[in-house]
């Protein structure tokens, strides 16, 4: 550690001591334009043998006690660099190294249990209910929900999970020590948005060395630090992953998305699937376009659909307009395909060949069948005018149904004809 660091972190040590009560706010709001200060409690918090290090975990703790928000995140974002020091100690079974840091987590696990009346605090969190729209999500896109008795009867209702009250913890033990740091973490992301750069790549460091360390991933990552396996619990990923989305989202894409890819290498090896479910959703709703977009001027890249003010209807609903709409194109498409021929004079005829007779098709269902001289007579001449269509292109406005109603009539005609043996032809247009 240098002299110039060594000399900013005692000057810090033995301000605070001076300071009247009155002025603890006002310090509080100024630390954070002290620029070389936290590089040089990083690199304390990270010497586990500097002289330094005692002092520096009760001033932090101190900051903690204090309730000025503004000290307790001044605290809180050295939490992951803290984090890793005591895990990385406890592998290496070197516990008398590690003793000033174990109380000052220990001292803030205890004073974030209990309220200020010195109650234990139960926290409450309330499922969220797709059939109500969130900033994440809109009932609409889902799709429509069933409405069953079950789904009426649960309507407006909300579910509330609880967790608590937590027991006061003297020491860590192999049986506590996840317990106390995954609650850690918690409190740690409820100050997500007060955190540094520095403090969110710390978490991202964090959750890589957990999940790799002694395993062949840490040769892929080059990572020289220990190489013994650390115990984690899925409550523990979940936490890291939490962080994680954040960092991804503001302006740490490297280091997140690595991170990210570890805590779930080390989710499949551990096989835990809560850590599964969360992480790879998160990888799944990411877009690296709108990420490698971001900036770390307090830029925000997370997606989310904003409920509309107004209402919408789908281009694809069915209406009673667009039925109406659908009618009039077809009609207008049959009246195209009528005007298109004018040799049926405007009258489309489906052709049915009942005898296989060949000849020339007319308009009202007869044929013209060829005689021995080259010329052609018409079919059921007795039908003459009767079987006509009028040629009139007036007739057509007045739709297609009075011309349906008299080709019907020709043709109901011409089958009697042909009963009674007035027909030769033996067939029928329809």
């Known amino acids: 550690m240098l002299a110039m660091d060594q000399g900013v972190v005692e000057e810090w040590l033995s301000e605070f001591k001076t300071l009247p009560d009155s002025a603890i706010s006002t310090y509080a709001v100024s630390l954070k334009d002290k620029a070389s200060l936290i590089p040089a409690l990083y ?33 809180l974002q050295f939490l992951p660099e803290l984090l890793w020091s005591l895990l990385s100690v406890s592998a290496a079974r070197d516990p008398h190294t590690s003793g000033c840091i174990e109380a000052l987590l220990l001292g803030i696990y205890n004073l974030e249990i209990v309220d200020k009346d010195g ?24 799709g ?4 069953t008795e ?11 999970v609880y967790s608590g009250p937590l027991l006061q913890r003297e020491n860590f033990t192999a049986q506590n020590r996840f317990e106390v740091l995954t609650f850690l973490l918690l409190c740690y992301n409820a100050a997500l948005s007060y955190m540094t750069p520095t403090s969110l790549q710390s978490l991202c460091q964090l959750s890589s060395r957990v999940s790799i360390c002694g395993y062949p ?10 190489s013994t396996r650390l115990t984690v619990t899925s409550e523990f ?10 960092a991804l989202c503001n302006g740490e894409v490297d280091l997140g998305s690595k991170a990210l890819d570890d805590v779930l290498y080390r989710a499949q090896l551990e096989l835990f699937p809560e850590a599964l479910l969360v992480g790879n959703a998160i990888k799944s709703s990411l ?23 107004a209402s919408r209807i789908s281009r694809n609903a069915v209406t009673s307009l667009s039925i109406r709409g659908h009618r009039w194109k077809r009609h207008e498409t049959q009246e195209v395909s009528v005007d298109g021929d004018p040799t049926l004079g405007g009258v489309a005829v489906p052709e049915i060949n009942v005898t296989g007779v060949s000849g020339e098709r007319m308009a009202n269902g007869d044929s013209l069948r060829p005689r021995p001289d080259g010329r052609t007579h018409l079919d059921n001449d007795a039908l003459g005018a009767s079987s006509e269509v009028s040629m009139d292109p007036r007739s057509h406005d007045s739709g297609s149904r009075s011309q349906e109603v008299r080709r019907q009539k020709s043709v109901r005609r011409m089958v009697e004809n042909e009963g009674s ?8 247009q329809y």
């Open 217 to 226: 991933r840490q040769q892929m990552r080059r990572y020289k630090g220990i």
């Open 150 to 160: 079950g789904a009426l009867a649960n309507h407006g209702l909300s579910r509330v």
């Open 287 to 309: 877009h690296s376009a709108a990420l490698k977009s971001n900036i770390r001027e307090g830029g925000r890249s997370i997606q989310v659909e904003i409920t509309p003010t």
């Open 43 to 75: 690199k304390v918090i990270r010497e586990n043998y500097s002289d330094l290090l005692e002092p520096v975990c009760h001033q932090l703790f101190e900051f903690y006690r204090s309730g000025v928000p503004q000290l307790q995140r001044f605290t």
């Open 119 to 142: 109650q234990s605090k139960i926290l409450s969190f309330t499922v969220p209910s797709l059939s109500k729209p969130s900033v994440y999500h809109e009932p609409s896109a889902i």
């Open 237 to 246: 990923l979940v936490q890291l992953i939490t962080g994680i989305h954040y």
């Open 421 to 428: 043996g007035s027909a030769s032809a033996g067939r029928s």
């Open 144 to 147: 429509s929900i069933a409405l």
